[in-house]
């Protein structure tokens, strides 16, 4: 073979990867895109938020030009996850759609978190607190419509958002959670049966966390404290999730006042790039109509 036409095997091999690349990707990051009548470009600013002494780091999205206060979306990531979750494609869709959304990183939330801190120090609790501090920052931001500022959080995040949104029942409007991490006392208590049993490290899902995880969560009643934010409530989750079963998020759909449960035939933790848009779509219309509601 001549040396021309190994370049052009090697040069259409790499195209035909990097296609198979992007296709594969494009099964779990959907390209977002707007999910009312208008499409708004979207403007992304680098912004951090101080928490107990560490900087949080952030991106916030804003549809660009805008006049009014605008309806605000906090997003809170998952164990081990990254404010990409919601940057990438589903935070974006509800930018595009007219929405400001906020995605942050939580200090010690993973590994590779743009937040620092390390996982063995962080807890659902460290987590709420963190939270707290980002409501109260985005809360003072001039464009922010404090009559509809929502909540949104996936897995961990989810459980997250459900005991912190317990204590804004005042400022947050509603309440999206996807497949919330309800799950976490239960997950221990499989191993152990008190906490003296515990070692001071564990491992969840092959990331090591600090005792400080469990201690305060071994006996915690997720459920009540959720219970106590007496909003609307979104709760999506699919109905194959091998990691929080669906159980959960039927469980913590009957211990709100006014809670909305929609499953996912066919989707596991996470969900698929079709299954992000078509649970982004019911986070879109459910804060919607809360807002149309006043």
Not at 72 to 82: D, E, K, Q
Not at 106 to 125: D, P
Not at 188 to 210: C, F, N, Q, T, W
Not at 223 to 232: I, L, N, Q, R, V
Request: proline share 4%.
């Amino acid at each position: 073979m001549r040396p021309i036409e190994i370049i052009g095997l090697t040069v259409a091999s790499a195209g035909a990867f990097a296609a198979l690349s992007v296709a594969n990707y494009r099964r779990f990051v959907p390209k977002p895109h707007a999910m009312g009548s208008k499409k708004n470009p979207v403007e992304v600013r680098r912004m951090l938020v101080k928490s107990d002494g560490h900087s949080l780091y952030g991106e916030l999205l804003l549809p660009r030009n805008h006049t009014d206060k605008l309806p605000t979306v906090i997003c809170s990531h998952g164990f081990n996850g990254s404010y990409r979750y919601f940057r990438s494609s589903v935070g974006m869709c509800l930018a595009m759609s007219g929405f400001a959304v906020y995605c942050f990183d939580f200090y010690g939330g993973s590994v590779h978190g743009k937040s620092g801190g390390r996982m063995t120090e962080m807890s659902v609790f460290t987590e709420r607190d963190q939270l707290d501090d980002v409501i109260a920052a985005i809360k003072a931001m001039d464009f922010v419509d404090p009559q509809n500022l929502f909540l949104w959080g996936e897995s961990q995040g989810g459980f997250v958002t459900a005991i912190t949104a317990a204590h804004h029942n005042e400022d947050v409007k509603a309440v999206a959670l996807f497949y919330p991490a309800f799950c976490a006392r239960d997950d221990i208590r499989k191993h152990y049966s008190s906490l003296a049993e515990m070692p001071d490290i564990v491992d969840i899902m092959g990331k090591k966390v600090g005792k400080v995880y469990y201690e305060k969560l071994f006996d915690f009643d997720a459920y009540a404290e959720a219970a106590e934010y007496t909003g609307p409530v979104l709760i999506v989750h699919g109905d194959e999730d091998r990691t929080v079963n669906v159980s959960y998020g039927k469980e913590a759909a009957g211990c709100y006042q006014n809670a909305r449960l929609e499953i996912l035939p066919g989707e596991d933790h996470g969900f698929s790039g079709k299954g992000k848009l078509k649970a982004t779509k019911l986070v879109y219309d459910f804060f919607i109509g809360q807002m149309a509601k006043g």
